[in-house]
């Protein structure tokens, strides 16, 4: 078993997002593939001596959506865009570099996975997506 990090060394001195602003997530989720993301977060990282459930977000803060979307999340051909007062029932944790955020589950249960996936919504269509091929014949 490999020994956990503690995430308060990767928090930042910021407010979580509140309100009207943009959050996004590579899609598409279902509870099963958000239990599996915040199983392997508990893997690598605690949070005051307990294993740290949670999932990936980022916030549109500091740069516009399709600046966001090309730089982190061009390989997803889906995403979920949901204002952040949505997950206002989930702690929302300011970790590593500006502008990711840890969703906070407390016990990743099917009911909370359930009630995280309804606040996500319903998967887009990501306007930034590029299909990236193994192929080098295919490179630029």
């Known amino acids: 078993m490999r020994e956990r990090r503690d995430i308060a060394t990767r928090l930042r001195p910021e407010d979580p997002p509140g309100g ?36 990936s977000v ?17 390989r997803f051909s889906v995403i979920h865009r949901l204002q952040a007062s949505y997950l206002a029932e989930f702690q929302l944790l300011p970790t590593f570099r500006s502008p990711h955020f840890t969703v906070r589950l407390q016990q990743a249960n099917a009911e909370e996975l359930s009630r995280l996936l309804a606040a996500l919504g ?13 192929d080098p014949r295919e490179a630029g």
Do not use: C
Request: aromatic share 8%.
């Open 20 to 55: 009207d602003v943009l959050v996004i997530r590579g899609g598409p989720d279902t509870a099963g593939t958000l239990g599996q993301d915040a199983a392997r977060t508990a893997e690598f990282w605690a949070l005051e001596g307990v294993p740290l459930l949670g999932i």
């Open 122 to 134: 319903a998967p887009i269509l990501n306007p930034e997506y590029h299909e990236v091929s193994d």
């Open 58 to 74: 980022f916030a549109v803060l500091g740069m516009p959506l399709d600046q966001l979307l090309r730089d982190r999340f061009s």
